[in-house]
């Protein structure tokens, strides 16, 4: 891994670690101070949200991405062409969720959810910069915006304000570093101009090209949120808010992984030759695994005595899907190398086929584990979805590259294990 990229993933991380203190110090604060119960129904309408953004941004994370890495001003043009069709679509697919909710007790913090996301997915700028290996203007932009977000927490909840002024801090927390972000874009990268036509040809690219990313983005949204919706429905609200701390705490880590992943994979799309696309998408997953199993050893040591502590004997039931989604986040990390590496075949169409099977198994399995062992088979059926996702369903695209991949992957680690 070259100079560059690695200088560019611990920019990446340096950010993540101030989300870290902000976990511990704030969240945890917050979540004692309100209690399961609301922070429930605070993480259910957040991923209400999170999965209109995603269906909204049409794909266009993974074609900004690519497009980038190839040519910098097309993938500028693209940014700037898109960014009314994906408010847009925000915007219809939101209405039916905020009239349905309208007389719910919980409504402030599905407002606060749904302006949050939508700052979200209208903030396609922070692509530009990782893709553009310059993560540093993201960092110093995000770890403004999450100071900013994260002391208006703490003053809430150490001043004991009403849990209705969480709004303010849930808004500000992505509405910050998209202000910045769009501010710094247009007066340094924006130059470049659009005609009417080219903002058509711009929106139809992503329209065709985004269709597949989109089914696979719900999918992968809907089986890893399926959970949450599940234990609301057949749980309630206090379940969902324990769960959605082991489900943060178990997620807290992965910036390590996708900061190398993100940083690495510029040089994998721009290489030509498969061969070596392969060998390098193979040592990137040996990095993922070894990186993962020290942060899974640690969690199983510490985290009962970390939720303890910090969240307080209400949380505790969070300790055991903890660590079942801590190896969750390592295969959905490797599940998002592969992802990418069948888009470098252009797997469009493959993806989008596989996402429907994914989704449907999504359901059944989380239904029915969900049932029987309540938040523990939550974590249970992410972790299999996770793994099935990974590798039977990978290994029908293009007569097993994914498969090949993955047997070199086993390969690397033992001559690694064994340097």
């Given at each position: 891994?070259?100079?560059?990229?690695?200088?560019?993933?611990?920019?990446?991380?340096?950010?993540?670690?101030?989300?870290?203190?902000?976990?511990?110090?704030?969240?945890?604060?917050?979540?004692?101070?309100?209690?399961?119960?609301?922070?429930?129904?605070?993480?259910?309408?957040?991923?209400?949200?999170?999965?209109?953004?995603?269906?909204?941004?049409?794909?266009?994370?993974?074609?900004?991405?690519?497009?980038?890495?190839?040519?910098?001003?097309?993938?500028?043009?693209?940014?700037?062409?898109?960014?009314?069709?994906?408010?847009?679509?925000?915007?219809?697919?939101?209405?039916?969720?905020?009239?349905?909710?309208?007389?719910?007790?919980?409504?402030?913090?599905?407002?606060?959810?749904?302006?949050?996301?939508?700052?979200?997915?209208?903030?396609?700028?922070?692509?530009?910069?990782?893709?553009?290996?310059?993560?540093?203007v993201n960092t110093i932009i995000n770890?403004?915006?999450?100071?900013?977000?994260?002391?208006?927490?703490?003053?809430?909840?150490?001043?004991?304000?009403?849990?209705?002024?969480?709004?303010?801090?849930?808004?500000?927390?992505?509405?910050?570093?998209?202000?910045?972000?769009?501010?710094?874009?247009?007066?340094?990268?924006?130059?470049?101009?659009?005609?009417?036509?080219?903002?058509?040809?711009?929106?139809?690219?992503?329209?065709?090209?985004?269709?597949?990313?989109?089914?696979?983005?719900?999918?992968?949204?809907?089986?890893?949120?399926?959970?949450?919706?599940?234990?609301?429905?057949?749980?309630?609200?206090?379940?969902?808010?324990?769960?959605?701390?082991?489900?943060?705490?178990?997620?807290?880590?992965?910036?390590?992984?996708?900061?190398?992943?993100?940083?690495?994979?510029?040089?994998?799309?721009?290489?030509?030759?498969?061969?070596?696309?392969?060998?390098?998408?193979?040592?990137?997953?040996?990095?993922?695994?070894?990186?993962?199993?020290?942060?899974?050893?640690?969690?199983?040591?510490?985290?009962?005595?970390?939720i303890l502590y910090f969240y307080g004997?209400?949380?505790?039931?969070?300790?055991?899907?903890?660590?079942?989604?801590?190896?969750?986040?390592?295969?959905?990390?490797?599940?998002?190398?592969?992802?990418?590496?069948?888009?470098?075949?252009?797997?469009?169409?493959?993806?989008?086929?596989?996402?429907?099977?994914?989704?449907?198994?999504?359901?059944?399995?989380?239904?029915?584990?969900?049932?029987?062992?309540?938040?523990?088979?939550?974590?249970?059926?992410?972790?299999?979805?996770?793994?099935?996702?990974?590798?039977?369903?990978?290994?029908?695209?293009?007569?097993?590259?994914?498969?090949?991949?993955?047997?070199?992957?086993?390969?690397?680690?033992?001559?690694?294990?064994?340097?």
């Amino acid at each position: 891994m070259n100079r560059r990229i690695l200088n560019n993933s611990f920019w990446m991380m340096a950010e993540k670690i101030i989300s870290i203190f902000g976990l511990i110090f704030v969240t945890s604060f917050v979540a004692k101070y309100v209690g399961p119960s609301i922070y429930g129904d605070i993480a259910l309408s957040l991923s209400i949200f999170q999965l209109i953004q995603i269906v909204s941004l049409m794909g266009s994370d993974v074609i900004i991405f690519k497009r980038i890495s190839k040519n910098i001003n097309s993938g500028v043009s693209l940014i700037k062409a898109t960014g009314r069709i994906r408010l847009l679509i925000y915007l219809i697919l939101s209405a039916p969720v905020l009239i349905y909710f309208f007389s719910s007790s919980g409504y402030i913090y599905i407002l606060a959810s749904f302006l949050s996301c939508m700052f979200l997915s209208l903030d396609v700028y922070a692509i530009y910069y990782d893709a553009c290996l310059r993560s540093k203007v993201n960092t110093i932009i995000n770890i403004f915006g999450l100071i900013f977000s994260l002391g208006i927490r703490w003053a809430i909840a150490f001043f004991k304000y009403p849990a209705e002024w969480l709004f303010v801090p849930i808004v500000l927390t992505s509405f910050v570093p998209f202000l910045c972000r769009f501010i710094f874009f247009q007066l340094y990268e924006g130059a470049v101009k659009l005609t009417k036509k080219k903002k058509g040809l711009y929106t139809k690219h992503l329209l065709s090209s985004g269709s597949a990313f989109v089914l696979t983005s719900i999918s992968v949204a809907l089986y890893t949120r399926m959970s949450i919706f599940l234990l609301g429905y057949l749980q309630g609200k206090d379940v969902v808010g324990i769960f959605s701390i082991a489900a943060t705490l178990a997620t807290s880590w992965s910036f390590i992984l996708y900061a190398f992943i993100t940083s690495s994979l510029p040089s994998i799309f721009s290489e030509k030759d498969k061969l070596l696309a392969e060998k390098k998408t193979a040592n990137l997953n040996v990095l993922i695994i070894m990186m993962s199993f020290g942060v899974i050893f640690l969690a199983i040591i510490l985290a009962k005595k970390f939720i303890l502590y910090f969240y307080g004997v209400e949380y505790t039931d969070a300790f055991y899907p903890l660590v079942i989604l801590c190896f969750s986040t390592m295969l959905s990390a490797l599940g998002a190398i592969a992802a990418r590496y069948i888009a470098y075949f252009s797997g469009y169409s493959f993806l989008s086929k596989k996402t429907l099977v994914v989704t449907m198994l999504s359901v059944i399995l989380n239904y029915l584990f969900i049932y029987k062992w309540g938040m523990l088979g939550a974590a249970v059926s992410t972790l299999l979805v996770e793994l099935f996702s990974l590798t039977i369903l990978n290994y029908f695209f293009a007569r097993g590259v994914v498969y090949k991949l993955h047997k070199r992957t086993v390969v690397y680690g033992i001559k690694f294990k064994f340097k």
